[in-house]
């Protein structure tokens, strides 16, 4: 009997740590647990063509099997997710994940009703990279061009007084190369995926007893047709490896790749926005928080009973740690 | 069919079809779908068209094609592009095809910050080629010029294509680019070369020198510097980081238009013969861009790249034959892709095997910046490489006067430059490493 | 400037037709091309350029190649490689030309439906663009006029070319 072979189709170079440190060791744990009857192949760099934003649509359509990719790409989709995008929620990414799953599961399950969700997470602390000054308090952003990954980062971005770019990871380096902006907000993650290391002499992070002052999340999905084809045993295996265990080790994932990526820009300048200096943002932060409940309001959700339930989950899972 | 014998009989497909006069993007297409469809099956193909074209149509870097197309064809248009061509012919015409090498370096310089062979040569040629045949160029010099020329870009940094191989092999960026500078000055001068010995072999190729006198080179003088602004503000800015290609192509509009409307060179029929052309030359670079897309998804899907490099990775055979089996095979792929597709494909499964391998005793940081560069070094030559290359198209496209043959017969000469090049860049890794070790 | 296939009212109706679309194409690479003046110098004197303009680029520059495509079609300009064919007859050559422009005409038909099902996709999906805001299936459905006006001239251009490989026929077979 042949084995079942799942084509999972990313953004990111094969190299990049959300291959080596999270899709590749999945991949080797679904294939252990099926006795190889089951495997992947993975298609970095987004090698079967189409944009990073077209990824949720290959998947659900069954031109992939799995995706893993940032649903905050696709501006207005996926709305209730972006509770956990807005400013100062996230503080350890695999409480957060863990949140992020459970919160899913009461409020998103609409949205994604037409894949099969295997694991949401989130990203750690969002650092600013900067090619030509480091950022140390709100004015040092006024005028310059960021890179910003989603929607509610892209709206904080503008209220801090920067020019939000918004453009998928792939694009950051040859856009820093050129001056197209003067840096980008990413985790130490995406570092060695666009060799940012290389581009920027500055990188500036957020006080880390503070939370961040974003994250994006991130979906592993898989096509729901390909799941349910399925013999039942493989659906075990599957079933075996998604939820919130997988959700939470994926943010675990990337808080090591985070470490990792911090290395290799060591030789750059490296400062700290202090806490102090964070209050005003933060004010900045709740703005947009309410702005997003009045917008949830207008779609007809109730915007305050997502963000509280996001805020109490994410405090639960961080105290269970 | 195994994966990779749909992969190959894709290819197959589509050389057939290009032969029997089917528009090459349709050529393309077609196999691609079918290959797409044998693969992966109805219900994916149709689910992967839906969004493929869009995806392809809406990208931000491309936009300084159908940008500069425009820009172009106003230049043209409102006769500054004339302008501009008498004061180089008037300073160059003294060289015979002086012209000629003009042409290679402006392709050059264009091209290393444009990230795109293509649009690269569809945007001088759009200026250049019509120029080039008033003053006495022949057809297949001139097309066979502004098609070299364009494939410069991929090597001279900032080269977006070397960015990309630095990262997927994880090497040093400011390293990858210093390894390139010799190599491309190989390359140039190469081409001057080919020209040089071209136009004294078969004279009929390029006008007669004629020195102009100071006179007539002060008066042409007079009337370019509008473009020369024109120039020095759009591509000064886009070098020095302040705008984006796709802003500067703007820009460059916007002023093109502007001037010509000033000097009252631009009326209403002028702007749709410009619109016109524009049109024209930028729906058939992105319909070749469709068509590409839709047979690099078939051939990602078949593995046929990678399974290829796979082959290679597991013959017991020497390190030169591997390292020529390697570089045939990327000349046969730049029929059909694009050099960033070759190299995002490719480059994963092909490196690994040759750091594997032994090279001259070189180190592994060495060995990577090495092959870097020959590995960039072929998919320019694919991208002219005879019967098809995808740039000989685009060039033969915009000068319909031009048969295809007669494009060949032109670029023969570079690729023999090539050649020799590609073969002083193998045995001598020192052309690659030198500056880097020397600067770093 | 332009050569219609002939002087009948269709013909000249499909030239008109890509005229107009080639026009349409062209202003809204204009506007791009002013919009993006705009931002450059609102960035570069008032630190305010346009929100959004690159996205606008984007959504933009999908209308205009859609729009374009059309005029390209009708033109002829879509290239192809007549090395091979040079020594064919000229029968052979209609034969091949009337293939290449059947299979274009079956490719454009197969995008058109696609790119407009993906529209319907992309508007029940509610996905937006991310700083404008701007619904994304309007640049799907602005692309849909092109296509359909592609289909349109690669049908005829195959009934002309059909008509003309007959005509062939018939004086080849008066000529025996
Ligand atoms: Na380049
Ligand atoms: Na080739």
Redesign the pocket.
């Known amino acids: 009997q042949e084995a079942v072979v799942l084509k999972l189709h990313h953004f990111l170079p094969a190299s990049s740590y959300a291959q080596t440190m999270l899709l590749q060791p999945w991949c080797d744990k679904i294939a252990a647990e099926s006795n190889n009857r089951m495997k992947c192949q993975i298609f970095s760099s987004m090698q079967l063509g189409g944009t990073p934003p077209q990824l949720i649509e290959q998947v659900r359509d069954g031109v992939v099997d799995l995706v893993w990719t940032l649903p905050g790409y696709t501006a207005g989709r996926f709305p209730s997710l972006e509770a956990f995008e807005l400013p100062f929620m996230m503080q350890n990414p695999e409480a957060t994940s863990k949140a992020l799953w459970e919160y899913t599961q009461q409020f998103s399950m609409t949205e994604f009703k037409d894949v099969k969700p295997i694991a949401f997470h989130v990203h750690g602390d969002g650092v600013f990279h900067m090619t030509s000054k480091p950022v140390k308090t709100m004015a040092d952003l006024r005028g310059l061009k960021l890179r910003a990954p989603t929607r509610m980062t892209n709206k904080f971005i503008a209220m801090l007084g920067a020019t939000p770019v918004s453009m998928p990871v792939p694009q950051v380096g040859d856009a820093l190369s050129k001056g197209v902006i003067d840096g980008a907000v990413v985790p130490y993650e995406v570092v060695p995926s666009v060799k940012i290391q290389e581009l920027v002499k500055f990188h500036s992070e957020t006080d880390p007893a503070e939370a961040s002052f974003y994250t994006s999340t991130f979906v592993l999905a898989m096509n729901k047709a390909k799941y349910d084809s399925l013999p039942a045993d493989l659906k075990k295996v599957i079933d075996n490896n998604s939820g919130i265990t997988p959700s939470g080790n994926a943010g675990k994932a990337f808080l090591a790749a985070d470490a990792e990526g911090k290395k290799l820009t060591l030789k750059n300048t490296h400062n700290t926005i202090s806490a102090s200096e964070l209050a005003s943002w933060k004010a900045l932060g709740n703005k947009l928080a309410a702005d997003w409940v009045e917008e949830m309001k207008g779609k007809g959700a109730d915007g305050q009973k997502m963000l509280d339930t996001a805020k109490a989950l994410i405090a639960k899972h961080a105290a269970a740690k | 069919m195994t994966s990779m014998q749909i992969g190959l009989s894709v290819f197959a497909l589509m050389l057939v079809l290009m032969g029997i006069r089917v528009p090459i993007a349709i050529s393309m297409f077609v196999p691609g779908a079918i290959g797409y469809l044998m693969l992966s099956g109805w219900h994916p193909l149709l689910a992967h068209l839906k969004g493929a074209v869009y995806g392809r149509v809406s990208v931000y870097d491309l936009s300084v094609i159908p940008l500069f197309m425009l820009m172009g064809a106003f230049a043209v248009q409102g006769g500054l592009s004339k302008a501009l061509f008498d004061f180089a012919n008037a300073l160059l015409g003294r060289f015979k095809g002086g012209m000629a090498m003009a042409g290679i370096l402006a392709c050059a310089a264009f091209g290393s910050i444009s990230g795109s062979t293509v649009a690269t040569t569809a945007t001088i040629a759009q200026v250049a080629y019509p120029e080039m045949r008033r003053i006495g160029y022949t057809g297949r010099l001139a097309t066979a010029v502004l098609a070299t020329g364009g494939t410069m870009g991929v090597l001279l940094p900032p080269s977006v294509t070397l960015m990309v191989y630095a990262i997927l092999t994880e090497q040093n960026i400011t390293k990858m680019f210093l390894a390139a500078y010799i190599p491309a000055l190989l390359a140039a001068i190469g081409y001057l070369a080919a020209i040089a010995i071209m136009v004294r072999l078969h004279p009929d190729q390029a006008p007669p020198a004629k020195a102009a006198p100071l006179s007539e080179v002060l008066a042409s003088g007079a009337r370019v510097w509008p473009i020369l602004a024109i120039f020095f503000v759009v591509f000064g800015g886009i070098y020095g980081g302040l705008f984006t290609a796709t802003e500067g192509a703007a820009i460059g509009n916007i002023l093109t238009f502007a001037i010509t409307l000033l000097r009252g060179d631009m009326d209403r029929s002028r702007f749709v013969n410009a619109v016109r052309t524009a049109a024209q030359t930028s729906g058939m670079i992105f319909m070749i861009f469709i068509g590409a897309d839709m047979i690099n998804a078939a051939l990602a899907l078949s593995q046929l790249p990678m399974q290829l490099s796979d082959l290679v990775a597991h013959m017991q055979i020497s390190p030169v034959i591997v390292m020529a089996g390697i570089m045939i095979f990327y ?2 792929l ?2 059909v892709m694009d050099e960033m597709s070759m190299i995002l494909l490719t480059v994963p499964t092909l490196f690994p095997v040759i750091m594997g391998m032994d090279f001259f005793g070189l180190m592994p940081a060495d060995k990577a910046l090495w092959f870097g560069i020959l590995i960039l070094t072929v998919c320019e030559i ?4 005879p019967p ?3 740039n000989v198209y685009i060039m033969n496209g915009l000068a319909k006067d031009v048969p295809m043959a007669e494009t060949y017969k032109g670029v023969v000469p570079f690729l023999a430059t090539d050649a020799i090049r590609l073969s002083l860049l193998i045995m001598f890794p020192a052309l690659s490493l030198w500056l880097v070790h020397r600067l770093t | 400037m332009n050569t219609p296939l002939s002087d009948a009212t269709p013909d000249r109706v499909i030239d008109r037709l890509c005229d107009i679309s080639a026009a349409i194409g062209g202003a809204v690479l204009v506007a791009i091309a002013c919009m993006t003046v705009v931002s450059v110098v609102g960035r570069a004197f008032f630190s305010h350029p346009i929100l959004g303009d690159i996205e606008l680029v984007q959504l933009g520059c999908a209308v205009v190649v859609a729009s374009f495509l059309p005029y390209t079609q009708h033109r002829r300009a879509n290239i192809m490689v007549d090395f091979f064919t040079t020594n064919a007859s000229p029968r052979t050559q209609g034969f091949m030309d009337a293939f290449g422009t059947l299979l274009y005409t079956v490719v454009m038909a197969l995008i058109l439906w696609r790119v407009a099902v993906g529209g319907i996709d992309i508007k029940a999906a509610g996905e937006r663009s991310m700083l404008m805001d701007i619904p994304l299936w309007w640049p799907y459905t602005l692309m849909l006029p092109g296509l359909l006006l592609s289909i349109v001239v690669g049908i005829r251009q195959l009934q002309w070319q059909w008509e003309r490989l007959c005509r062939q026929a018939t004086t080849t077979g008066d000529a025996a």
Do not use: E, Q, Y
């Open positions: 000349i046969l730049g029929c694919g991208m002219i490489f098809v290359g995808l």
